[in-house]
């Protein structure tokens, strides 16, 4: 297994290899090459930004310190790496369950899309509402509209991620779309309400 | 929602406006860039870690194999020390035969007093040394009396005091002196009796004779 900085090796397998033996400059190849899905999902599943940023740094350094368990046979890297954003992600709201988040993280982000004021600020207010809605789903439902719609995998896939036959991610998801589209109106009607209100997050 | 998965797709304008602006939203999001340091950095102490781990398992490996190692030979040494000590013939010094011992034995006293002192019959500067196969009566076994040392001693006792040794004598009564000559093992414990003598008085030697 040889490979070099620079070289387009494409084999996950070595570059973890690689980065298992201590060679940083493959973990690095790998930390860019997946830190977005990995970001992404945890921000989505946690709705804290902090704790997104907690739970990257831990799955690539579980991704490092248990390269071993990783079988390429099995699935992807992406999934793999998905099911440990999953599993580190529940366990943190799991710890976290009984404290409140006052984190507004949609307001002001990079809504770059057009340059008129009053358009960029709805759809600020449409995005928190989404995600204000998509966090205080149940863990379970949420996941998999994120990892479905949000991150295009198949059912297939995300049964591997979550460790559930394709029936089942195909039932929750259902009806964890009726839920959201069900917590949004809820949201909507009240989304005149402070920004930096305190939201508990569903587990 | 983005997908092929369209089963359940909420329809209303508002629900799509608002989905369609999160998707766009979450698709440019990446992680800070303040992360990769830190994650970089986790990972090198993480390896830093792990390698001193499995430096300190090698060591720990090492450290048990050489006390396995170690004890090992020394139970093999042990071992072949026994074993060579076992087969060693006795040598001739240490065989003497009852004849040699007669004639070294020194003149014991004649009087009739018993005595409970206990007498090494000397051979130099050391005790004298006697194999068990002379014995007359064996008094205990014991599991290393193959390879233990003996020390030949003279007593002289009463006949009584030889069911101390568990010996009877066949005169009922008796009350007379016997030299015994002891074999005595190494822990002061009598193993066998070489011979029994009856001490005679002057009177009765000159009756005998």
């Known amino acids: 297994m040889l490979w070099e900085p620079g070289v387009p090796d494409d084999s996950e397998a070595v570059l973890l290899a690689h980065a298992a033996a201590g060679d940083l400059e493959a973990f690095g190849v790998i930390y860019r090459r997946y830190q977005q899905i990995v970001y992404r999902f945890a921000r989505a599943m946690t709705g804290s930004t902090d704790t997104a940023e907690d739970v990257t740094q831990e799955v690539f350094i579980a991704l490092l310190t248990e390269a071993g368990r990783y079988d390429p046979a099995r699935a992807g890297l992406s999934t793999y790496l998905y099911g440990i954003v999953r599993n580190l992600s529940r366990a943190r709201l799991r710890r976290d369950s009984r404290r409140l988040s006052v984190e507004n993280f949609a307001l002001g982000s990079r809504n770059a899309g057009t340059d008129d004021p009053s358009i960029r600020i709805e759809q600020d207010e449409l995005v928190a509402t989404m995600r204000r809605a998509l966090v205080r789903l149940p863990s379970r439902y949420r996941e998999l509209i994120v990892l479905c719609d949000l991150h295009g995998l198949s059912y297939q896939e995300a049964a591997v991620v979550v460790g559930s036959s394709v029936g089942a991610v195909r039932s929750r998801l259902h009806r964890g779309r009726q839920l959201l589209r069900l917590r949004l109106t809820r949201t909507s009607r009240s989304i005149s309400q402070p920004a930096m209100a305190p939201m508990r997050l569903a587990v | ?209």
């Open chain 2, 1 to 209: 929602m983005t997908t092929g998965n369209d089963d359940g797709q909420p329809r209303d304008a508002m629900f799509a406006a608002a989905w369609s602006a999160f998707a766009s939203d979450d698709a440019r999001t990446t992680a800070p860039f303040a992360l990769e340091a830190r994650v970089r950095e986790s990972a090198l102490a993480a390896c830093a870690l792990r390698h001193a781990n499995h430096r300190i398992a090698r060591r720990q490996r090492i450290l048990v194999a050489l006390g396995t190692a170690a004890t090992l030979v020394l139970v093999a040494t042990g071992l072949l020390a026994r074993r060579a000590a076992a087969d060693k013939p006795p040598s001739a010094a240490q065989v003497t035969t009852e004849s040699d011992v007669e004639h070294q034995v020194r003149a014991l006293p004649t009087n009739q007093e018993a005595r409970t002192d206990v007498e090494t019959v000397p051979n130099g500067d050391s005790p004298i040394r006697a194999s068990r196969p002379d014995a007359l009566v064996t008094l205990a076994v014991d599991p290393v009396r193959e390879t233990e040392q003996l020390a030949l001693v003279l007593i002289r006792v009463t006949q009584d005091a030889l069911w101390s040794l568990g010996i009877a004598t066949n005169e009922p009564g008796a009350t007379g002196l016997v030299d015994v000559e002891v074999l005595v093992g190494g822990d002061g414990l009598p193993r066998d009796i070489r011979s029994m003598r009856t001490v005679l008085t002057d009177e009765e030697r000159d009756s005998r004779d």
